[in-house]
């Protein structure tokens, strides 16, 4: 069946003062469903129409050439917008444990390195995009990506991402985007990026 807008788990007001109620209801309402809208639009009729977005994206290669880049736009906003609001929540914050925070601490030396590289990537990020933290050949790594490409096109599994897109923080932070970084991580539900790190490895 064509992509949806998948509904948000908590109101919008749920992560103030961290990102205000405007920005996330303009942020999923509006902007997500445009990248839902334009990539079912672009998709209707071919043989993808009612493939997964996992598939779309792992397979841009076979998708005709002249609807591949609106695609890889849309079908990549749906599909990072979707993870994004999975990962972030009203209780969120601290550090991970477990399995993934043995993980951090063993890849990066400690929690506040690893994010002092996924804020640093963001913040280099040049224009719009995201920074990640994802599962590569079964060990974690840190990387960008422009627009809306999501490594899940380069076979690898985001299992953190975080929109640096003006859209995503600019009526609370302007143009701070090491600020608006810094206070993501308040947000960030560990269980959820824990359950995608599992799934992962």
Do not use: C
């Amino acid at each position: 069946m064509p992509f949806e807008l998948p509904p948000l788990t908590y109101a919008f007001n749920a992560l103030e003062p961290h990102i205000d109620a405007t920005t996330m209801e303009i942020h999923h309402d509006r902007h997500h469903k445009a990248y839902v809208d334009n990539a079912n639009a672009a998709l209707a009729g071919t043989d993808w129409e009612n493939s997964s977005v996992e598939d779309v994206l792992t397979s841009l290669d076979q998708i005709p050439e002249g609807i591949r880049m609106a695609v890889r736009n849309n079908a990549g906003g749906h599909y990072n917008h979707s993870l994004f609001w999975e990962i972030m929540g009203p209780d969120g914050g601290g550090a991970p444990t477990g399995a993934l925070g043995d993980a951090i601490n063993a890849t990066f030396g400690s929690f506040d390195d690893l994010k002092a590289q996924v804020n640093d990537a963001g913040v280099k990020r040049f224009g719009s995009g995201w920074t990640w933290l994802v599962v590569s050949g079964g060990a974690l790594e840190v990387m960008s990506t422009p627009n809306q490409d999501t490594p899940l096109t380069d076979g690898k599994a985001p299992i953190l991402g975080i929109d640096v897109w003006e859209h995503a923080y600019y009526l609370e932070y302007q143009n701070k985007r090491p600020v608006y970084l810094e206070a993501w991580w308040n947000v960030v539900n560990w269980d959820a990026v824990a359950a995608r790190y599992d799934a992962a490895t």
